[in-house]
């Protein structure tokens, strides 16, 4: 197996001060491009080489592919589990386990979204509001931003301005009662919830401290304030807390991050060691130099200057179109030359814009020339129509209060049970204070307990298939059958691919996604020890959240937002509509704080570049619907006009220069010293336990920088670990 000796050969002088630090908060600036992963994964095998039992150390991040990424990298090199993963699907495992400390059934639902919005739309019609002045998809912004702040409904009145904040709150306050009354969480539960749990039951925080003595957070500067609090919370005890990120690439506010999380770290824990990474693998120094340029007019910022030993490669290209049409074509036809004539994948290239409107004249382009293409941030396979219709069937045999999901499934396919008779029947539930698919149990059953309700003789029979096939559900739930024959079986009951050929052009795609379902309960079923809908469909839900598990073909080109682009990197990248009022965009216009995270979505951008970077702008281009003269961005003079060279046919169009102002410097504090703590003392000779590595002999007891050490050989290995005892937790035998 690779020794942490071998693994550390691979690490600049950097890395390796990260990579070998034991204990004690930790702030790692790392650089677009400077192997942040490779130092996190590193450090977190020398915690388990040192001793640390794997099941103590916890590391976050924000995606999916990234936690199972660096699980399966962690496990390869040290032979160990870490548990590695999102805040939400580590919020998920936490009150899956605990949320009845709070009052609140294990057995909720998570609802994606669509449902949230489903939800929220109906509390405002059952408030007799007007959607036109109450705009369902603002008051769900405003419920989601609010638990991003980790405020309740009685805490969010300094959200907007009161007129509507109120109405807001009135909403948010009852949305929140139909969550538990259909035993649900919406997806920012699963963090404020946490958060609830943590500060009302210090027991339980306590067990969790316990549990988790090391913890990590990647991309630290995308934390919102309620994951900001939980991480808190979670390293009061042991300060262990390692966090790595670069508020330069914080680009994500709209979601909630809060970039003064990351520039707070050295205030918060004083006694923190901090590493720049500034050497960069990825770019020439021609783009790093620029982005460098770019970057340092951004105030309140730490300090740093990417650089790379890769040379210092071609100019950025600044191409200057006559309208966005022509834009299109130059980009196009710079792809096509790239392909055919310098051997460039599709794949290795993107074209970036800032919205999502800008895509269309590219797609043109490109099918003009066959070039295929992708556009990340499409529809996500957890999000499709019918891939969400089978899943509500399942929801609601495992949650039978589950409203969204009996309204979307009751008439699907169609049985003559319309909204307006779904909303009289939840109506009805409620006033009898029982769950919706224990009602359709009673109208089958032609319980008197329902009465004054009436379906006609056909609608009874369609309630009763209906609730013949949830209790096949739950009945080959509770044999362990395999979830992919469960929804094989549903599908088959329903007929739902009867029902599909409705949909003619489309019919053979909905049924492929349909085997693509079953394809992954299977692949779930084989990775995962529990067998149960419960635990597929929380798989699905957090899933669904990520736009990382989009399949695209192999070689195309890439088309998406800035936005998307966070953790990408390519041979060739063009970033495109670098006009005023898009980048920046013309919301910023009044906020300085929006317009500085315009310059970083810029920054990431740039950064995402290997070999080969093109600006593009326009002189006019129609934007929301109306022909404009535009004017090029206000950031391309912020960068020397030594890195650019313009390609347009209007030489001189444009002046560049530099006009760099003052940084905030912020300065690393002196390292923070061991602590002493009381520590069994073992001595050479003793045979000793531990849950990781097995039985083993002390070979020596010293003190170490970090505590008492000891040098202790495996039966298994063939030389000695020295591991710090008071995380070793060893048995004498």
């Given at each position: 197996?690779?020794?942490?000796?071998?693994?550390?050969?691979?690490?600049?002088?950097?890395?390796?001060?990260?990579?070998?630090?034991?204990?004690?908060?930790?702030?790692?600036?790392?650089?677009?491009?400077?192997?942040k992963t490779r130092c996190v994964i590193?450090?977190?095998?020398?915690?388990?080489?040192?001793?640390?039992?794997?099941?103590?150390?916890?590391?976050?991040?924000?995606?999916?592919?990234?936690?199972?990424?660096?699980?399966?990298?962690?496990?390869?090199?040290?032979?160990?589990?870490?548990?590695?993963?999102?805040?939400?699907?580590?919020?998920?495992?936490?009150?899956?386990?605990?949320?009845?400390?709070?009052?609140?059934?294990?057995?909720?639902?998570?609802?994606?979204?669509?449902?949230?919005?489903?939800?929220v739309k109906k509390c405002i019609k059952e408030m007799g509001l007007d959607e036109k002045s109450v705009?369902?998809?603002?008051?769900?912004?405003?419920?989601?931003?609010?638990k991003n702040e980790g405020l309740g409904p009685d805490k969010a009145h300094h959200l907007g301005h009161y007129s509507e904040t109120k109405e807001y709150i009135d909403v948010y306050d009852i949305y929140q009662k139909k969550l538990r009354e259909f035993n649900a969480v919406d997806f920012d539960d699963l963090l404020l919830l946490t958060l609830r749990l943590f500060e009302e039951c210090p027991k339980v925080l306590e067990r969790y401290q316990e549990k988790w003595q090391f913890l990590l957070v990647d991309e630290y500067q995308d934390t919102n304030t309620?994951?900001?609090?939980?991480?808190?919370?979670?390293?009061?005890?042991?300060?262990?807390?390692?966090?790595?990120?670069?508020?330069?690439?914080?680009?994500?506010?709209?979601?909630?991050?809060?970039?003064?999380?990351?520039?707070?770290?050295?205030?918060?824990?004083?006694?923190?060691?901090?590493?720049?990474?500034?050497?960069?693998?990825?770019?020439?120094n021609t783009i790093l130099n620029a982005s460098n340029d770019l970057i340092t007019h951004n105030p309140n910022r730490y300090e740093k200057n990417l650089w790379s030993d890769l040379g210092e490669g071609e100019k950025i290209k600044h191409f200057i179109a006559e309208n966005e049409f022509d834009e299109a074509r130059f980009v196009a036809e710079k792809v096509r030359?790239?392909?055919?004539?310098?051997?460039?994948?599709?794949?290795?290239?993107?074209?970036?814009?800032?919205?999502?409107?800008?895509?269309?004249?590219?797609?043109d382009q490109l099918l003009t020339r066959s070039i295929p293409y992708v556009i990340i941030g499409g529809v996500s396979f957890y999000q499709r129509k019918e891939v969400k219709d089978i899943l509500a069937y399942l929801k609601l045999a495992v949650c039978h209060s589950d409203y969204i999901s009996f309204v979307r499934s009751i008439n699907l396919p169609k049985r003559g049970i319309g909204q307006v008779t779904a909303e009289k029947m939840v109506c009805?539930?409620?006033?009898?204070?029982?769950?919706?698919?224990?009602?359709?149990?009673?109208?089958?059953?032609?319980?008197?307990?329902?009465?004054?309700?009436?379906?006609?003789?056909?609608?009874?029979?369609?309630?009763?298939?209906?609730?013949?096939?949830?209790?096949?559900?739950?009945?080959?739930?509770?044999?362990?059958?395999?979830?992919g024959e469960i929804i094989g079986n549903l599908v088959e009951k329903i007929h739902y691919f009867e029902h599909l050929e409705n949909e003619k052009e489309l019919a053979n795609d909905r049924k492929e996604n349909i085997y693509e379902l079953q394809e992954k309960a299977n692949q779930w079923s084989k990775q995962t020890d529990e067998i149960s809908i419960e635990g597929f469909l929380e798989e699905m839900s957090l899933r669904g959240q990520h736009v990382e598990d989009f399949e695209k073909p192999k070689d195309t080109l890439n088309l998406m937002t800035l936005h998307n682009g966070k953790g990408l990197?390519?041979?060739?990248?063009?970033?495109?509509?670098?006009?005023?009022?898009?980048?920046?965009?013309?919301?910023?216009?009044?906020?300085?704080?929006?317009?500085?995270?315009?310059?970083?979505?810029?920054?990431?951008?740039?950064?995402?570049?290997?070999e080969r970077l093109y600006f593009c702008s326009s002189l006019e281009r129609h934007v929301w619907g109306q022909k404009r003269n535009q004017t090029e961005s206000c950031f391309l003079k912020e960068i020397s006009s030594e890195y650019l060279q313009s390609v347009s046919l209007r030489s001189g169009a444009y002046r560049y220069y530099k006009d760099k102002g003052e940084s905030q410097v912020f300065h690393e504090p002196e390292p923070a010293?061991?602590?002493?703590?009381?520590?069994?003392?073992?001595?050479?000779?003793?045979?000793?336990?531990?849950?990781?590595?097995?039985?083993?002999?002390?070979?020596?007891?010293?003190?170490?920088?970090?505590?008492?050490?000891a040098d202790v050989l495996f039966s298994n290995e063939s030389k000695s670990k020295s591991l710090v005892l008071k995380y070793a937790k060893l048995t004498r035998l």
């Open positions: 197996m690779t020794t942490t000796m071998d693994l550390f050969k691979e690490l600049n002088e950097e890395q390796l001060v990260a990579a070998k630090h034991i204990e004690g908060p930790m702030l790692v600036l790392a650089g677009a491009g400077s192997g590193y450090r977190i095998v020398n915690l388990i080489e040192f001793g640390v039992p794997s099941d103590s150390i916890l590391g976050l991040t924000f995606t999916n592919k990234a936690a199972e990424e660096m699980r399966n990298r962690i496990e390869s090199l040290s032979d160990r589990r870490v548990l590695i993963a999102t805040f939400h699907s580590l919020g998920a495992r936490i009150l899956r386990e605990s949320i009845h400390h709070i009052g609140i059934d294990n057995r909720f639902i998570i609802y994606d979204e669509e449902d949230s919005l489903k939800l705009v369902p998809r603002g008051t769900r912004a405003f419920i989601s931003k609010a309620t994951q900001y609090e939980i991480i808190k919370l979670l390293a009061n005890k042991t300060h262990n807390l390692f966090v790595v990120g670069d508020p330069d690439q914080s680009i994500y506010s709209w979601r909630g991050a809060n970039i003064s999380n990351i520039l707070s770290f050295e205030i918060d824990y004083p006694k923190a060691k901090t590493v720049k990474l500034e050497r960069n693998y990825r770019s020439t030359f790239y392909y055919e004539e310098m051997g460039v994948s599709l794949n290795e290239m993107v074209v970036f814009y800032r919205t999502n409107f800008q895509s269309r004249v590219f797609e009805r539930t409620a006033e009898l204070g029982e769950p919706i698919f224990i009602f359709c149990q009673q109208i089958v059953a032609k319980n008197p307990c329902i009465a004054p309700f009436k379906l006609s003789s056909k609608q009874v029979n369609a309630v009763a298939e209906y609730v013949a096939a949830i209790e096949s559900v739950i009945e080959m739930n509770k044999q362990q059958i395999s979830i990197e390519f041979r060739v990248v063009f970033i495109t509509g670098l006009d005023n009022d898009l980048l920046p965009h013309a919301n910023s216009r009044d906020c300085i704080e929006a317009y500085q995270e315009e310059r970083r979505l810029l920054y990431v951008g740039m950064t995402r570049a290997k010293k061991s602590f002493d703590e009381n520590t069994e003392m073992f001595k050479p000779g003793d045979a000793v336990l531990h849950k990781d590595f097995g039985v083993g002999i002390i070979q020596e007891v010293y003190e170490g920088s970090v505590g008492s050490m």
